[in-house]
């Protein structure tokens, strides 16, 4: 049976509905389905999963605006149908309006809600006939009136708005809802940047170097599958965000020393802080997931790196005796709520809340206050998160600075790369989509006191 694209997107719709359950666990999970799609209907399948979740509290607005039953009595997976149907029919200008609507009616039946493929039609049909007389609710340019066009939550915007102001929201809200670049972070044990670019241009790539980050290169066009693209086999390259690229460098690392990936994951900013170190030292990459530590160290072998090793292990529960002994450097990158990553992850935006913020914040505290400890005397320290919200950002770190007073803020990042407009007044790292085509990071090094009261190195 040929699979079909828009099934395999109601299936990940359906399955990362699970406020448990992130977007990319359920790819993972439905990757060995995706990828028997051919790459015109995998794209396709991308497509409407992450069109309908950065769009839904729109798309969700058309729905209630068409339907003759309540939004909150519809069945979630006839939801789901209409919203990618109304996704292509009201921004997929390649797809006819008669063709989304007829695979949707097709696919109900298909999935066994033939009953409901008549109201379906409807709501579709009134829809696609009426758009231009769509009216959203609320005076325009208000939070209300932003949530459902630009399709966020009200407590998210409400909360941007009093930090930024309407237009900066605004304008962070129509970033993060674009489709972002393909970026990708050279490895300089195997090659160059210059290099790989030739290569990629060569092979029919739209190629642009990051503007920051001297590591890489952001990919534009149709999208290819990232393990076909050249110089993957040879461990030329990972994808690397570019915000995520500076963190690493704003650590500092350097050949011979020995450094913690206290929270590692699967090990992007491990892997990028070994080859800045050109393998030489140790980079221990410490997580309480296994699986991801499997799959950090098949993804050093893929790009010849010799210097790392891992640690299975929680940093709560972790003392400089599980280890030789303190590290010359250590980096936190904290779990936190992602919402610096809403372009990539859209659905977290559905299933993140205020209580979760200050409930990671909590936590984060904790893990900095864990890692602090394993730094060696006059050594440092990087603490960072996908995230610009104050509570998980620079409150985390006066908390910190204010009960651990052997550790100073180190505003002077004296860094082999410019850093234009994103090292603030305060001396940390912060990125914001909406003026750097980054992702949200924020970083902030600091320095622990030596013993015998001299410089740190």
Not at 26 to 31: F, G, M, P, R, V
Not at 131 to 140: G, N, Q
Not at 197 to 217: M, R
Not at 403 to 408: E, P, Q, S, V
């Amino acid at each position: 049976m040929t699979l079909d694209p828009r099934h395999m997107a109601l299936d990940i719709l359906d399955a990362s509905a699970d406020p448990k359950t992130t977007l990319d666990q359920t790819l993972d999970h439905a990757d060995p389905r995706l990828n028997e799609l051919s790459d015109r209907d995998k794209r396709l399948c991308y497509a409407i999963v992450f069109g309908v979740l950065r769009n839904r509290a729109y798309l969700d607005h058309v729905i209630r605006s068409f339907s003759k039953t309540a939004f909150e009595k519809l069945d979630p997976t006839v939801v789901h149908l209409l919203r990618m149907a109304l996704f292509q029919v009201m921004f997929m200008d390649r797809v006819p309006d008669y063709a989304a609507i007829d695979k949707a009616i097709d696919l109900s039946k298909t999935i066994g809600l033939k009953k409901a493929s008549g109201f379906i039609n409807a709501v579709l049909r009134n829809a696609a006939r009426n758009r231009a007389a769509i009216e959203l609710p609320h005076k325009k340019g208000s939070v209300a009136h932003m949530a459902t066009a630009l399709s966020f939550p009200s407590w998210l915007l409400k909360k941007w708005a009093a930090l930024y102001g309407l237009d900066k929201t605004r304008a962070i809200c129509e970033s993060v809802n674009q489709i972002p670049p393909l970026t990708l972070r050279v490895n300089p044990l195997t090659t160059s940047r210059e290099t790989l670019s030739k290569i990629l241009e060569q092979a029919g790539h739209t190629v642009e170097l990051t503007p920051t980050s001297p590591d890489g290169i952001t990919l534009s066009g149709p999208g290819s599958r990232v393990a076909l693209l050249p110089g993957f086999v040879d461990g030329f390259f990972q994808v690397q965000d570019e915000a995520a690229q500076l963190v690493s460098r704003i650590l500092d690392p350097r050949p011979g020393e020995t450094i913690l990936d206290a929270c590692a994951g699967v090990g992007g900013k491990t892997l990028h802080m070994a080859s800045l170190m050109d393998n030489q030292g140790t980079v221990t990459a410490m997580d309480i997931g296994k699986a991801k530590l499997e799959a950090l160290q098949e993804e050093a072998r893929r790009l010849h790196i010799s210097n790392t090793t891992v640690c299975c292990g929680d940093l709560l529960k972790t003392s400089v005796r599980d280890f030789d002994g303190f590290f010359d450097a250590v980096l936190l990158d904290a779990p936190c709520s992602g919402l610096g990553v809403l372009r990539r992850n859209p659905d977290t935006k559905w299933k993140r809340t205020f209580k979760d913020l200050q409930r990671m914040a909590a936590r984060q505290r904790k893990l900095l206050n864990a890692a602090a400890g394993l730094v060696k005397p006059g050594g440092r320290m990087v603490y960072a998160v996908c995230s610009c919200e104050p509570e998980e950002t620079i409150d985390v770190i006066k908390s910190f600075l204010k009960k651990r007073k052997d550790y100073t803020l180190d505003k002077n990042l004296d860094l082999s790369v410019e850093l234009p407009g994103i090292l603030n007044s305060q001396g940390v790292f912060t990125t914001y989509p909406d003026r750097l085509h980054m992702d949200g990071f924020f970083a902030a090094r600091l320095r622990r006191s030596p013993k015998d009261g001299s410089p740190a190195s």
